[in-house]
Each structure stands twice: as C-alpha cells, then as structure tokens.
C-alpha cells in the first residue's frame, strides 16, 4: 500500500482487503497506477477480475456515507486504469468494478461501517478487432 500514507486509508483498504478475501477473491494489486490514475484493489476469483474503489472516512457527512463519494469522473478514471490492467495482464476475466465504503472510528481505528456495493457500474464495450469482447476490449464513457 506504498501509495496510501493517511492511517484512516490504510486501515480502510486493508478492512476492503478481507472484506474481498472472505467472499473468495485473491488481492492481486494494491493501489495500481497508471500515470497518474490509479484503483485502490485489484481481485480476482474463477470468473472475475474486480476493480475496487476504498472509501474510508472517520465520520459521515451530511448523512451521506463514504461510498458515495465516488462520482462520475471516478467511475471514468476507473475504467480507463482497470482497461489499462487488463491490456497488460492479458486476462480474459470479465471486469467487474466495487466500491467499499468505510467509517473508522478515528480514536480507537476500529472499523465502525464496512458496505460493500459489487458490480456498481458497467463500462460501455467497444469490441476488439475480432468483432467479440475477449475481456481486453477498449471501454470509453458514454456520451450524453
């Protein structure tokens, strides 16, 4: 977690970690980047690869919990790094992108709230040259 030094973000993506791990996912990244872009966990299990954004805060604001947090720009920026990943790897797994929200409590570093949205977005696929989706495609944002 080179990237992460706020102690509440490290208590948070590890919380993520074993969150992933205890629904059967292997953590095979931890804060991967591209340039400047980047995703907080990557995971794989049999049949997926997943893209996970860490939200951790030490309270909510205005009733609204860390997860949702993550916006349009985020959601973006995640898909691009994730096409990235997966370029690279040359993995074949279908992408699936998380967001995990955290509250930690900031006196005693428990975790007080730990929510876990899986699948939250699809990216829009342009297929490959073979005419099919081989889990390597391009993805690009909508236009509105």
């Known amino acids: 977690m080179a990237f992460v030094t706020d102690p509440i973000g490290i208590i948070g993506e590890e919380e993520a970690a074993k969150v992933l791990k205890k629904k059967g996912f292997k953590i095979l990244e931890h804060n991967w980047r591209m340039g400047h872009l980047e995703v907080d966990l990557i995971a794989e ?6 893209f996970v ?8 604001f205005g ?12 959601k973006h920026r995640m898909l691009v790094t994730a096409n990235a990943y ?3 790897t040359h993995t074949d797994k279908s992408p699936r992108f998380d967001i995990i929200g955290i509250l930690v409590n900031p006196e005693t570093e428990e975790v007080t709230y730990c929510n876990h949205l899986e699948n939250v977005f699809a ?3 342009r297929t ?3 005419g099919s989706f081989s889990g390597a495609g391009k993805w690009r944002k909508k236009k509105r």
């Open 53 to 60: 954004e860490v939200k951790a805060r030490t309270t909510e």
């Open 86 to 88: 997966m370029k690279k």
């Open 123 to 125: 990216p829009t696929l």
């Open 63 to 74: 009733n609204i919990r860390p997860e949702e947090y993550v916006d349009e720009d985020k």
């Open 128 to 130: 490959c040259n073979t």
């Open 45 to 50: 299990n049999r049949q997926e690869i997943a």
